[in-house]
């Protein structure tokens, strides 16, 4: 299936939601954060076998010694700190945020258009010292990630490339209940084919009883339609769950 399936499945990643609105708003105009409190966090990040359930992580918690807590604006609920578990829609402002803002804004002031030129953080490299911290997230190299348009459009971009179906080879291969706005695209892109979504998408559902997709039921869905995938479109994260899918197994997988 060619490599845009490996391609599509990083940049459906939704960023991983969370790390990629922390790396967004927290680094725009930092350098890396080389703090013993930031190299511990991302050693911890790092080397910490991530696992889908409950004891993996409560072993996170166990052994990262810091917290991002506190770094982040919490809204109140009758007086309390809200449990905040929305990071799919719009995630809690971290405190820096306005800094940053106000930096931007005071170039704006002082320089009008210049500003895509002037300062100490040109607005015109943005896009590359962006792309060298999203590099980290999607595991790529900073050459190989570009930021631009948002999400959706993106993904009618990478599809209008490389989703080319030939006979019998046209199924798409997804998880249930993806990223709403995700499920739509591919619809409107395939109606926009003259193909029938309900006829070209296969999707993969946790089984009666459970909120999560086993891994083996999407290598066993990719086995079943060989014959017939043309690509294999899975992010990283589910955005509703939270489960965080081995997109090497599932690349590997949709290759072989």
């Not at 725009?28 to 930031?38: A, L, V």
């Not at 339609?225 to 899975?234: Q, Y």
Request: glycine share 8%; hydrophobic share 40%.
């Amino acid at each position: 299936m060619h490599g845009f399936s490996q391609c599509l499945m990083l940049l459906n990643n939704q960023l991983s939601q969370w790390v990629g609105l922390l790396g967004f708003f927290t680094g725009c105009t930092e350098k890396e954060d080389t703090t013993e409190q930031g190299v511990r966090w991302k050693d911890n990040m790092v080397t910490m076998d991530l696992e889908n359930e409950l004891a993996g992580a409560r072993t996170l918690d166990a052994n990262n010694s810091v917290s991002l807590r506190e770094r982040f604006l919490i809204p109140e609920h009758n007086g309390q700190p809200a449990l905040y578990f929305l990071g799919n829609s719009l995630g809690l402002q971290p405190r820096s945020t306005r800094s940053h803002l106000d930096k931007v804004l005071h170039t704006w002031a002082a320089a009008g258009v210049e500003g895509f030129f002037r300062g100490d953080a040109p607005w015109l490299q943005f896009h590359d010292t962006l792309a060298a911290k999203l590099a980290q997230v999607v595991g790529a190299h900073p050459a190989e990630v570009v930021i631009m348009n948002g999400l959706t459009v993106n993904l009618h971009l990478l599809m209008v490339s490389f989703y080319q179906p030939k006979g019998a080879r046209n199924k798409i291969i997804c998880e249930a209940k993806a990223f709403p706005s995700d499920q739509y695209m591919l619809e409107t892109h395939l109606r926009h084919r003259g193909l029938d979504p309900s006829e070209i998408i296969v999707e993969v559902a946790p089984a009666e009883g459970s909120a999560t997709i086993t891994e083996a039921a999407i290598i066993d869905c990719i086995h079943q339609h060989r014959d017939s995938v043309a690509l294999v479109f899975w992010g990283g994260v589910n955005y509703y769950t939270g489960q965080l899918f081995n997109m090497e197994n599932i690349a590997r997988a949709a290759h072989e």
